[in-house]
């Protein structure tokens, strides 16, 4: 797959050692060859990472000129050392970067992102040598931003990236997005880290709007076990090099529109890629009083596990679902209660219907992805949430895995 690289920006992916897996690239590098706009989402844990906090006192900015993402370390509960390690990152990717480009990187132009284990400090002789690797490495095209891609992964199975094309204002804008996670994943955001791209002109108030916006729409909408890490960080890079001027009004509207589309693909990635996930479950609430109550409700039943082995079983057990709906404390018409599963209808009007349980089953089964649509009401309150099934493997995978 060809993927639509924004203009002006650079991409490294490399090898430094702080993964324990040979080979395995756990170092990256995204630059903007003119200052960018930056904004960002993040985790809403109490407990955050040197990195997040960093870039939280940075975004949103008009001034910058590059991410640093490291994986296999969190850089997280590590004190006023992980701080200055943050910091020192920063120097040197702005070192390592003013003789790549040949112009001058400033240290408060950096942002840092940092995913792997929690509570050990970097190892920063590592780290040191990536970053300088990783900037004489810079590079424009597929195989640089792919590269960059595999950098930012922990337990992934495999890179998540995704890009658009897309003509706003007369002129052909481009937006490109990288993002890993596979497990800690739980709104308000996850063990998740997304750099988003683009050279389209955008204002910083526009891009921390946007961006907020698209991440309500989105990576705020997915778990796989409810628990919000303490690195989650989505940045937001326009550099403006598709030239022209900043969008405004029904440009701006359209711009968005493309945003969050790629934002929920992107997304959707992430419990699809589930430790040891077999389905990727979408639960579509419908007739709430209020967005937020369809909100509260679909989160409720992507992180019943109950709900979640059922799906693993193949196992269309309705009355899960509807009680996940019930106990999430908002209003519901329990006499509207619809549900469906994969098109196939399992409860109308508040009673169970009858349908062929072994056909249900079979879609569920079947088909990687499970669709749950909920109806709870006469409202106009909706909302999507994506989840992954709760497997053996998951269990097995988290009791072997230090965090």
């Known amino acids: 797959m060809t993927h639509f690289l924004p203009k002006g920006f650079r991409f490294a ?36 990472a040197a990195p997040v906090v960093l870039c939280r006192s940075r975004t949103p900015m008009n001034t910058a000129r ?5 994986s296999g370390n969190a850089n997280a509960c590590t004190g006023t050392q992980g701080d200055a390690d943050a910091l020192r990152m920063c ?26 284990v929690i509570g050990r400090l970097m190892p920063m002789s590592k780290v040191e040598a990536g970053i300088r690797q990783a900037s004489e490495a810079l590079a424009v095209g597929e195989p640089a931003f792919l590269d960059a891609s595999d950098g930012i992964l922990t337990t992934d199975a495999g890179r998540k990236v995704t890009s658009r094309s897309c003509a706003v ?34 204002t910083a108030e526009q891009s921390q709007r946007m961006l907020t916006a698209a991440a309500n729409k989105s990576f705020n909408n997915i778990s796989v076990e409810g628990h919000t890490s303490t690195n989650d960080t989505m940045v937001l890079m326009a550099n403006g090099a ?17 945003l969050e589309a790629m934002c929920i693909e992107l997304a959707k990635q992430i419990p699809a890629d589930g430790e040891g996930a077999t389905h990727l479950i979408e639960i579509s609430v419908t007739g709430a009083q209020t967005e937020t109550d369809a909100r509260t409700i679909s989160k409720e039943v992507a992180n019943s596990n ?29 006499k509207r209660l619809d549900l ?50 709760l497997t053996l493997d998951y269990v097995r995978f988290n009791s072997e895995y230090t965090t």
């Open 340 to 389: 469906q599963i994969n098109g196939i209808p399992l409860f109308k009007s508040g009673e169970p219907i009858a349908f062929d349980a072994k056909t249900a089953s079979r879609s569920i089964k079947e088909n990687h992805t499970t669709l749950i649509e909920l109806n709870v009401g006469s409202g106009t309150g909706a909302c999507k949430h994506w989840t992954s099934d």
């Open 91 to 116: 120097d040197l990717v702005a070192e390592g970067c003013s003789k790549s480009l040949a112009d001058q990187v400033a240290a408060d132009q950096v942002l840092v992102m940092s995913t792997g």
């Open 169 to 202: 204002a007369g002129r052909e804008i481009h937006i490109a997005g990288m993002a890993k996670g596979a497990g800690m994943i739980g709104p308000n955001m996850a063990t998740m880290l997304c750099c988003i791209l683009t050279d389209a002109l955008l």
């Open 13 to 48: 992916g490399v090898t430094c050692g702080i993964k324990t897996r040979a080979g395995a690239k756990d170092l990256t590098l995204i630059v903007s060859e003119s200052p960018a706009v930056a904004a960002g989402v993040y985790t809403q844990n109490q407990v955050v």
């Open 306 to 334: 109950l709900v979640k082995s059922a799906v693993f079983g193949g196992d269309p057990n309705w009355g899960r679902i509807v009680s996940a709906a019930g106990y999430a404390g908002v209003p519901i018409e329990t």
């Open 66 to 70: 590059a991410i640093v993402v490291n």
């Open 242 to 258: 598709a030239g022209g001027g900043a969008l405004t009004g029904a440009e701006e509207a359209a711009f968005a529109e493309h």
